[in-house]
């Protein structure tokens, strides 16, 4: 079996086969969605030397191209990794059905009853940089929910991304399932014709650069699920623990450097920064990490014999997703938080210190998807949060917020069975009354 490669005239009708596809997928019952999820864990570990072998030839080609660094982190898909993604497609299994619960059973009268009731949001296009996983997640969390997905991985990642699909095509075929519930494109000209497909596609997922969703939510009208920017803070209050704070600082920026919950600036209170920071500066340091500080944090560095960068403005402002960190120091929780809510964005944050009543001031007040106490930021995503996977992490204040796991793909329906009522029953001088009684 192979991954055919679409035509732009043809995606029409590709997302026309997806949405029928979609629609038999959400009829069938939870076991046979399960039966499916399960049969592409299968498929994915029996075709695992092909993976690796078709991440590896773009792995290479990665390197002969100069792919950025954070990129390249991103498209690495070892052993591990791949068994890791594998069993997160197992853990998807075994999660409740998102689809078919009932939010709502109210009579509006007797023999008058409405439900709503979730399903399927229909078709998915995710577009995605490097990280061939993704598609892993985004694909099982997409067929548990219903959902028919349209993939468009980059096109560093192509030979991953298409042993991955032939893999979960195997799996959807041996389990009696449509293979046009999961597409996938490797065309810039196919995600250009892909965004333009708002009668057939009912949300669009990007996942990249800052400049990639940005382009994507500039050139569709397709609602669009995603992040612009991993700006993530760590605040280390004055009534912090030293030894913790520096162990999650340095885990919250090397422990994955490329990652969108990796920290980008570090925020001091001055009160506690020359202990802290001379702790904390070797410590970072000894994991190649570039520092660019304050004037203050310069001046305290430089009195304990270490020289440091000069931060610029733009650095408060900047996902490096790299091995650098700015580092400030602050006055006050409230100076902390009125950086963090003015470069921050909105994905993660976090504070270390042992005052419970900052810590409450704190998560109050900073505007994020996710709010963390005394705990890396790298917990910020949606199978540490015991979701199975996700499709993405949102940071708009509208629901889904924060890593989207299948919650996020489903919405609801209301339903209304009568017995011949009309509406004129319940309008005029002789209006009858609603009993609107919950069932």
């Known amino acids: ?17 997806t949405r029928i596809a979609a629609r038999s997928l959400a009829a069938l019952p939870t076991a046979d969605r399960n039966r499916a999820i399960a049969s592409i864990a299968q498929a994915l570990e029996a075709a695992a030397p092909q993976i690796l072998a078709a991440n590896a030839a773009d792995c290479e080609a990665a390197i002969a191209a100069g792919l950025a660094k954070p990129l390249y982190e991103r498209l690495k898909l070892d052993a591990t990794k791949l068994a890791g993604v594998i069993a997160g497609v197992r853990d998807v299994e075994r999660l409740p059905d998102p689809v078919g619960t009932v939010q709502i059973h109210r009579e509006l009268d007797q023999g008058l009853v409405m439900t709503r009731i979730t399903c399927p949001l229909g078709v998915l296009g995710v577009i995605f940089e490097s990280r061939p996983d993704a598609l892993v997640q985004i694909a099982s969390l997409a067929v548990k929910s219903g959902n028919g997905v349209i993939l468009k991985g980059g096109r560093e990642a192509v030979r991953s991304c298409e042993a991955l699909t032939q893999a979960i095509h195997q799996g959807l075929e041996a389990a009696g399932i449509d293979l046009a519930v999961v597409q996938l494109l490797t065309t810039r000209e196919e995600t250009v014709a892909l965004l333009q497909l708002d009668q057939y596609v009912d949300l669009i997922i990007p996942r990249g650069s800052n400049a990639f ?145 900052t810590a409450k001031t704190f998560m109050a007040q900073v505007d994020a998807a996710g709010v963390f106490h005394n705990c890396s930021t790298r917990f910020s995503d949606g199978f540490r949060y015991g979701f199975g996977a996700e499709v993405g992490i949102s940071t708009q204040k509208m629901p889904p917020r924060g890593p989207v796991g299948l919650e996020g793909l489903v919405t609801y329906q209301y339903q209304v069975v009568g017995q011949g009522h009309i509406a004129a029953t319940y309008s005029g001088d002789q209006a009858k009354a609603f009993t609107h009684r919950d069932l």
């Open 1 to 17: 079996m192979t991954v055919s490669h679409i035509s732009t005239p043809d995606l029409t009708d590709l997302a026309q086969h």
């Open 213 to 357: 969703v940005r382009f994507v939510q500039q050139n569709t009208t397709i609602p669009v699920l995603g992040h612009a920017d991993g700006i993530c803070h760590l605040y280390v209050d004055r009534a912090a623990d030293v030894e913790q704070a520096v162990a999650i600082a340095v885990d919250a920026k090397t422990n994955y450097p490329s990652a969108c919950n990796a920290i980008e600036t570090l925020l001091v209170h001055e009160a506690i920064a020359p202990q802290f920071l001379q702790q904390a500066i070797p410590a970072l340091q000894a994991q190649r990490v570039e520092l660019r500080t304050d004037a203050r944090t310069c001046a305290i560095a430089a009195a304990q014999g270490v020289t440091l960068a000069t931060a610029t403005a733009a650095d408060w402002a900047t996902e490096y997703s790299d091995l650098i960190l700015a580092v400030k120091l602050v006055d006050s929780v409230e100076e902390a938080i009125a950086h963090i809510n003015t470069y921050g964005s909105r994905h993660t944050e976090a504070i270390v210190t042992a005052d419970a009543q």
